[in-house]
């Protein structure tokens, strides 16, 4: 996603995140299966257990949630701008160093369960700064609404530029 924005890409991580990483692990984390819950049926019930004899979910999942910072948004900054691409949607925060100002950008949203996000942008009064949201290639129908402006382009990335 850093060398080629394609929402295509965005759309196959955010499928696999939410359909089969996040169902590989209880709620409350104590219980792991290798099994998809999505194929799972009344004959034959997948369960997840406490531990297995070769345990390696417990940590590989530990390890994808510690970088999914990484997969939510990759970001490119000089002394002077910031532009953010937004390939996932969640709530976090994401805080970048543009010539001596941290420049934050929260989003936040219930996704998938919800298909409102909010964007805060802090501390970029002095900073032009680019966010290119992602829309995802099943979406029929979105919006983008903001103070400034609209963007009118419907590529899977519309820019919304601030201009101080």
């Known amino acids: ?32 299966t290798y099994v998809n819950q999505l194929a799972s049926t009344d004959t034959d019930l997948s369960q997840r257990a406490e531990w297995f004899t070769c345990a390696c979910c417990p940590p590989n999942v530990t390890r994808l949630l510690g970088y999914v910072g990484g997969y939510l948004w990759t970001s490119k900054a000089d002394d002077t701008s910031l532009s953010v691409n937004v390939h996932m ?3 976090a925060t994401l805080s970048v160093d543009v010539g001596g100002t941290t420049v934050e950008i929260e989003q936040v949203s219930n996704w998938p369960w919800e298909g409102k996000m909010e964007f805060t942008v802090r501390n970029a009064s002095d900073v032009p700064t680019t966010i290119n949201l992602r829309i995802p290639g099943w979406a029929t129908e979105w919006a983008v609404r903001f103070r400034e402006q ?10 919304i530029t601030r201009l101080t």
Do not use: W
């Open 89 to 91: 949607y969640s709530s």
């Open 1 to 32: 996603m850093k060398l080629d924005l394609d929402g295509k890409v965005a759309d196959i991580m955010e499928l696999c995140f939410y359909n089969a990483v996040m169902t590989g692990m209880s709620a409350d984390g104590k219980r792991f």
């Open 150 to 159: 609209t963007p009118g382009n419907a590529n899977s990335f519309p820019d």
